[in-house]
C-alpha cells in the first residue's frame, strides 16, 4: 500500500496489522479506540510481545506500544486513517458554545436534542478504571445517553463530587476495571465511596473470570510491590 513502509520490514508488518485491526473496528462500528487498546489486542494476537528484552533476558528500554504509536502515527498523517480515529485521553481542550444572540443560540442547539431512551428510568452509568477505555467508549455511550466516567486509579474526591450526585436514590452501574489484586481494590473503593449516596445495581461487565476462562486470556502471576509484605496478583 502506498506510503506504508515495504511488508518485509519489521515496521511495515506492524503499520499492517495495525490498519488491518483499525479496519475491523471500523466494520463495527467500535470508533474512535486508543493506542493502549491496539496494543493490548495486537498482544493477545500475538503479534507484538509485552516487552522487548535483550538476548540476555534483561528487558529493553524500548516499548512495543512505542512502537505502535509510530506506526499510527504513519497511517494517519498519510491519511490512510482519519485522525479521530484514536483518541488521546491524557489532553483535553476546552471550548466555550457561544451565539450573536439567544435565539441563535437556542436554534443552533435544536438538532443536539435527545429523547429519552430508558422509559423514565436513569440510563445505567458506566465507570471505568481506565481513561482509555473510557476514552474509547465515549461515542457509544453518548448513544445510549449514559453517562462515563474514567477513575483512573482509585480516587476520592472525584467520586464524591462530581459522580455521587448521579446515583443518589438508585442507579445501575457498569463498572470495568482490571482482574487483579490492585483493580479489586479500586473497584472496592469505587463502589464503597457511591454506595453511601444511593442503593447500587452493580456489576462488572469486563474484566471478569468467565471471559478470562471462556477467552483463554493468559494469566501470570506476579508480586505486586505496593504492599507490605509484597501480595501475590494474577493478571
Given at each position: 500500500?502506498?506510503?506504508?513502509?515495504?511488508?518485509?520490514?519489521?515496521?511495515?508488518?506492524?503499520?499492517?496489522?495495525?490498519?488491518?485491526?483499525?479496519?475491523?473496528?471500523?466494520?463495527?462500528?467500535?470508533?474512535?479506540?486508543?493506542?493502549?487498546?491496539?496494543?493490548?489486542?495486537?498482544?493477545?494476537?500475538?503479534?507484538?510481545?509485552?516487552?522487548?528484552?535483550?538476548?540476555?533476558?534483561?528487558?529493553?528500554?524500548?516499548?512495543?506500544?512505542?512502537?505502535?504509536?509510530?506506526?499510527?502515527?504513519?497511517?494517519?498523517?498519510?491519511?490512510?486513517?482519519?485522525?479521530?480515529?484514536?483518541?488521546?485521553?491524557?489532553?483535553?481542550?476546552?471550548?466555550?458554545?457561544?451565539?450573536?444572540?439567544?435565539?441563535?443560540?437556542?436554534?443552533?442547539?435544536?438538532?443536539?436534542?435527545r429523547v429519552d431512551l430508558w422509559g423514565g428510568e436513569p440510563?445505567?452509568?458506566?465507570?471505568?478504571?481506565?481513561?482509555?477505555?473510557?476514552?474509547?467508549?465515549?461515542?457509544?455511550?453518548?448513544?445510549?445517553?449514559?453517562?462515563?466516567?474514567?477513575?483512573?486509579?482509585?480516587?476520592?474526591?472525584?467520586?464524591?463530587?462530581?459522580?455521587?450526585?448521579?446515583?443518589?436514590?438508585?442507579?445501575?452501574?457498569?463498572?470495568?476495571?482490571?482482574?487483579?489484586?490492585?483493580?479489586?481494590?479500586?473497584?472496592?473503593?469505587?463502589?464503597?465511596?457511591?454506595?453511601?449516596?444511593?442503593?447500587?445495581?452493580?456489576?462488572?461487565?469486563?474484566?471478569?473470570?468467565?471471559?478470562?476462562?471462556?477467552?483463554?486470556?493468559?494469566?501470570?502471576?506476579?508480586?505486586?510491590?505496593?504492599?507490605?509484605?509484597?501480595?501475590?496478583?494474577?493478571?
Amino acid at each position: 500500500m502506498d506510503g506504508l513502509s515495504k511488508p518485509h520490514t519489521k515496521k511495515g508488518r506492524l503499520q499492517r496489522a495495525c490498519l488491518a485491526l483499525l479496519r475491523e473496528h471500523e466494520a463495527d462500528g467500535a470508533l474512535p479506540t486508543s493506542n493502549r487498546f491496539l496494543f493490548y489486542e495486537l498482544l493477545d494476537r500475538g503479534v507484538v510481545p509485552k516487552v522487548y528484552r535483550y538476548p540476555d533476558g534483561t528487558e529493553r528500554p524500548r516499548k512495543p506500544s512505542q512502537d505502535i504509536s509510530e506506526a499510527v502515527t504513519v497511517l494517519r498523517e498519510r491519511g490512510i486513517i482519519s485522525w479521530s480515529w484514536i483518541v488521546d485521553e491524557s489532553r483535553a481542550l476546552n471550548e466555550w458554545r457561544y451565539a450573536e444572540s439567544v435565539y441563535q443560540y437556542v436554534e443552533d442547539t435544536l438538532p443536539l436534542a435527545r429523547v429519552d431512551l430508558w422509559g423514565g428510568e436513569p440510563p445505567p452509568l458506566i465507570l471505568c478504571e481506565s481513561r482509555s477505555l473510557a476514552g474509547a467508549l465515549r461515542n457509544i455511550a453518548r448513544d445510549y445517553l449514559c453517562p462515563i466516567a474514567a477513575t483512573n486509579g482509585q480516587v476520592g474526591g472525584f467520586l464524591h463530587t462530581e459522580v455521587a450526585p448521579l446515583v443518589e436514590g438508585r442507579r445501575r452501574v457498569f463498572y470495568l476495571g482490571d482482574l487483579d489484586l490492585s483493580g479489586a481494590h479500586i473497584e472496592e473503593n469505587t463502589r464503597g465511596v457511591l454506595s453511601r449516596y444511593g442503593e447500587l445495581e452493580w456489576e462488572k461487565v469486563a474484566i471478569t473470570d468467565v471471559q478470562v476462562r471462556e477467552r483463554d486470556f493468559p494469566v501470570k502471576s506476579k508480586l505486586d510491590y505496593r504492599f507490605k509484605p509484597p501480595a501475590p496478583s494474577t493478571r
